[in-house]
């Protein structure tokens, strides 16, 4: 079965400090990969999605970057945080060849930055 | 989510019935989910419906889907302790790959 895994789970961060934040899935080969951000009380917000190594969309202007150096592997990173970026860092995947029954989601990593 | 519209809060006693509701705007929405977020954790996905049905029903879960009205709920049968937590309708339109969620109705269960 297909698992996906975050880390860390919490983070504290100042201003200005650097984030990488790593999303690895098991189980499948070739999946979509997704990052989410889910500000409190909030629905969640698509940041950047992934048909394949390499290729990465970006849905939302912002100082944040994905990158995908390996087929399961997805990171989210920043040279820079700003306290706006605050917030549950949700990762998510979905089958390659059916991408519409479904994205399935990691554990999340709670970021704090002060 | 500004596309999609869901209640904030719902309370109900344990063992009744639980309907969750949640409106939607773009009739080109293709397929919609509902996802389940117990307090502090990621997102389950619950069910999936595509917008050429009306209904779909599996275990407790029944989804009903009026797509002239543009409207979708989510009915819990016999609601339990366990079934507290947030509960997002979502949305994905035609060559999209990206999920458009409402911001959630958290579901209290009293015992």
């Known amino acids: 079965s297909q698992t996906i895994h975050q880390w860390p789970a919490t983070l504290v961060q100042p201003v200005g400090s650097p984030l990488s934040l790593e999303c690895t899935v098991e189980?499948?080969?070739?999946?979509?990969l997704y990052w989410y951000r889910q500000a409190a009380g909030r629905g969640l917000q698509l940041l950047f999605y992934?048909?394949?190594?390499?290729?990465i969309s970006s849905e939302v202007p912002q100082n944040l970057s994905a990158s995908r150096p390996q087929d399961r592997q997805f990171i989210l990173s920043s040279k820079k945080l700003l306290l706006s970026d605050s917030g549950f860092y949700l990762c998510?995947?979905?089958?390659?060849?059916?991408?519409?029954?479904?994205?399935?989601f990691g554990p999340g990593t709670r970021l704090t930055v002060t | 989510g500004e596309d999609v519209e869901q209640s904030l809060f719902l309370s109900v006693r344990e063992g009744d019935s639980s309907v969750i509701n949640c409106t939607y705007t773009d009739s080109s929405s293709t397929y919609l989910y509902w996802y389940k977020q117990e307090p502090g954790a990621g997102l389950q996905l619950l069910t999936y419906?595509?917008?050429?049905?009306d209904m779909k029903q599996d275990q407790r879960l029944t989804v009903l889907l009026n797509k002239k009205d543009k409207h979708l709920s989510l009915r819990i049968a016999d609601t339990q302790t366990g079934d507290s937590a947030i509960y997002f309708c979502a949305e994905i339109r035609d060559s999209s790959y990206k999920l458009i969620f409402g911001s959630g109705t958290r579901l209290l269960v009293r015992p």
């Open positions: 419906i595509f917008s050429n049905m």
């Open positions: 998510a995947w979905s089958p390659q060849d059916k991408p519409l029954l479904g994205q399935y």
């Open positions: 189980g499948t080969s070739n999946p979509n």
């Open positions: 992934s048909v394949g190594i390499g290729q």
